[in-house]
């Protein structure tokens, strides 16, 4: 007791997850960016996975040293962003933590819109309590032909509430709207690879590091190659959380009798089915299949219910 000599510890600080890859967490506090190893300690005790760390966590950080800390305690996320890890065990990953919304940036063409990805993602968004922006980017591409395609694709998303922007990286065009919705909250950018997420960060911020050059810079190998996620603050008071994780993006499970709740226009309707439990696949007196039949429900809208309801995944 009175003969330990040592240094007290240092204070608890609170900080933000801002970086996470194999060898350390890269925390956040009000002085400093710290270092850090979990725990060993919380690891054992509280069953705390390394893994289920996300950038965007709040924790409280023992300070062991200049740039160095340990994670004491990790506070209880506000939302999460999940998907399925690869692998056979299909355990959860926590992509981003304490996220406001989920930009979902799609492209006009190369790749093409893929509008089933979307729905995908607007399903995992709504899942975990967050707001969604869909963004089009590549719009300095395509004809008239696809731009006019494109609108009238999108149009049941305005219905269902869901903010739109068009974009070009290249352009800048609507890069102004986008920084906007970017303001003083939380986002996440999804989307598949090469729609233009690092271009679009570049024209919304340019000069902010983001981690998909720092990677090709340090190993030679390509943009999407990236190991680990970053959080950067963008200078109107906005935080993007960058993930490798949101690119091969595959569901976290969700309830098959709880699918319809992510997409309102077949939520609506299910009141009309003849089963409680109704999933609108193969139940006589469905409402919603009568809903589809009358066009009242789009049916691009409804096959991607299907096929998420099928378990299949897309590309
Ligand atoms: P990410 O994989 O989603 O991060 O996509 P990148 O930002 O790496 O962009 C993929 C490719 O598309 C790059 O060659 C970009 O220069 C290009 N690109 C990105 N945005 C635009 C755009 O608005 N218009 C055009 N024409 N090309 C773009
Ligand atoms: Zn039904």
Same mark, same amino acid.
């Given at each position: ?16 997850i801002i970086?996470i890859d194999?060898?350390a967490?890269?925390?956040?506090t ?25 950038v ?8 062991l040293g ?6 004491e ?11 399925r ?21 799609t ?7 893929? &509008?089933?990805?979307?729905?995908r ?13 869909i963004c ?12 006019? =395609? ?9 219905a269902?509430g ?16 986008l ?9 996440v950018?999804?989307?598949k ?7 679009? &960060? ?7 590091? &983001?981690?998909s050059a720092?990677i090709?810079?340090?190993?030679g190998k390509?943009? %999407?190659?990236?190991t680990f996620?970053?959080?950067?603050t ?11 994780g949101?690119?091969?993006y595959?569901l ?6 709880d699918?319809d709740?992510h997409y ?6 299910r009141g009309?089915?003849?089963? =409680?439990?109704?999933?609108?696949? %193969?139940?006589?007196e469905?409402?919603v299949?009568?809903?589809?039949a009358?066009g ?13 309801? =099928? ?5």
């Open positions: 007791m009175s003969d330990n000599k040592g240094p007290r510890p240092a204070a608890l600080v609170s900080g933000t970086r194999a060898r967490s890269q925390v956040a009000p002085g400093e960016v710290l270092h850090c190893v979990l725990r060993g300690r919380l690891t054992a005790a509280k069953g705390v996975d390394k893994r289920l760390l996300a965007g966590d709040s924790v409280k950080v023992r300070p200049p740039g160095r800390g340990a994670i305690e990790i506070l209880p996320r506000r939302t999460k962003l999940s998907r890890a690869a692998g056979p065990d299909r355990r959860e990953q926590v992509v981003a933590a304490n996220i406001d919304q989920v930009v979902i940036v492209s006009l063409a190369d790749p093409p819109l893929n &509008l089933n990805l979307v729905d993602y607007l399903v995992a968004a709504s899942r975990g309590g967050l707001a969604a922006l089009l980017n590549k719009i300095d591409c395509g004809a008239e032909a696809d731009h006019a =395609a494109a609108t009238a694709a999108l149009r049941p998303y305005a269902l869901t903010p739109l922007v068009w974009t070009s990286a290249r352009t800048g065009l609507g890069i102004d709207a920084r906007d919705r970017l303001a003083g909250r939380t986002s950018f999804a989307g690879s090469g729609v233009g997420k690092s271009a679009l &960060l570049n024209a919304v911020e340019p000069g902010l590091a &983001l981690h720092e090709s810079a340090a190993t390509g943009r %999407h190659t990236t996620s970053s959080l950067l963008l200078s109107n008071g906005g935080l993007v959380i960058d993930t490798p949101i690119r091969a595959t976290w499970e969700v309830d098959p009798n699918l709740r309102p226009e077949i939520h609506a309707e009309g089915c003849r089963f =409680a439990n109704c999933t609108h696949s %193969h139940e006589p469905c409402a299949k009568e809903a589809v009358a009242r429900i789009e049916e691009r809208r409804f096959a991607s219910y299907l096929r998420i309801l =099928a378990g299949l995944d897309e590309e």
